[in-house]
């Protein structure tokens, strides 16, 4: 055996108590020779559940010689830690594109999808546009292509480009239009997807909404 890579994934949604744990059974391992983790977790969150061991102070430089001192949660994560490798959030292009290969996951087989995520790929290292996406084996997706469009400047404002927030939202659209359809009703995503950003990012002004519906407001405007 040439060497140990221990993958350490999710460590941020743990428990406080499991990630403290885990570091200091992490911690044990980092004398062995040949031995490395890798742990994939957003070190914010991480920081946040070691405080709880520790008293949670800021760093600060100190008075006599001006010296930055870190915080003891970031100092003993740092301590471990040895380098970092931080993930950038999805452009505009990835999250239009994430978009669309998400709803097309759902209609086409594994066979299908893999030359369109080859193409979107390829788009994205020279710079281009998704309006360049030709269609493949006679797939048509312009429907899926318009509404990633429309949604994109939404989501990629709003939620910082975390592909786990738009999957999600995504997932969430779905299962309204699914129990919309069950009770004889059609929803367009287009006008749903845009509620659904009202109601995360504005609760009040939705509620204002959802009143003014409940009394026939909305009707008589129309």
């Avoid at 287009?190 to 609760?203: G, H, I, T």
Wanted: proline share 5%; hydrophobic share 45%; glycine share 4%.
């Amino acid at each position: 055996i040439r060497r140990v890579v221990v993958l350490v994934d999710d460590l941020d949604r743990c428990l406080d108590e499991t990630i403290i744990e885990t570091l200091e059974a992490i911690r044990l391992f980092l004398a062995v020779p040949k031995m490395s983790f890798v742990i994939a977790a957003d070190e914010d969150r991480v920081a946040e559940a070691i405080r709880t061991r520790f008293p949670k102070s800021e760093g600060s430089a100190d008075s006599a010689d001006g010296i930055w001192t870190e915080e003891p949660a970031k100092l003993y994560l740092h301590k471990i830690v040895q380098t970092t490798v931080p993930l950038p959030a999805l452009s505009r292009f990835d999250t239009q594109a994430f978009l669309l290969l998400l709803q097309l996951q759902m209609r086409v087989d594994e066979s299908q999808l893999a030359p369109l995520v080859v193409a979107c790929a390829e788009l994205r290292r020279k710079s281009g546009d998704l309006d360049e996406l030709t269609p493949i084996d006679g797939m048509d997706f312009s429907e899926e292509m318009a509404f990633a469009a429309r949604l994109t400047p939404l989501l990629y404002e709003k939620l910082r480009g975390s592909p786990r927030r738009v999957k999600r939202f995504l997932n969430d659209l779905h299962v309204r239009q699914s129990i919309a359809s069950r009770r004889g009703i059609t929803l367009d995503a287009a006008v749903v997807a845009k509620l659904m950003v009202l109601e995360v990012l504005l609760p009040d002004e939705f509620a204002k909404v959802l009143e003014w519906l409940a009394n026939g407001v909305l009707r008589q405007q129309i």
